[in-house]
């Protein structure tokens, strides 16, 4: 099986109303996702590119959240919170 990868930009609009197009973007995040990450790495399927994407979206729309409403300050990984 070959290398491959999915890299995305996710952004964070604020919308003024409904009717408007005008909308202003707020902050933005990056997810990247490939198939040489520890979980991914035994995996055959022929799903595993839709995994792969999925896994980058998710990253990035997290990504996203967290730098656009300053979300870091208070939440994060901890080794210690890893650990158990």
Known sequence: MGYFYSTLLVGIFFLKNHLSYANVIVGNGFGNCNNRESKY????????????????????????????????????????????
């Open 41 to 84: 790495v035994k995996a055959y399927s022929p799903d595993i590119l839709n995994t792969i994407d999925k896994m980058a979206q998710k990253r990035a729309l997290v990504s996203a959240v967290l730098f656009t409403t300053g979300g870091s300050r208070f939440f994060g990984q901890k080794v210690a919170d890893l650990n158990s």
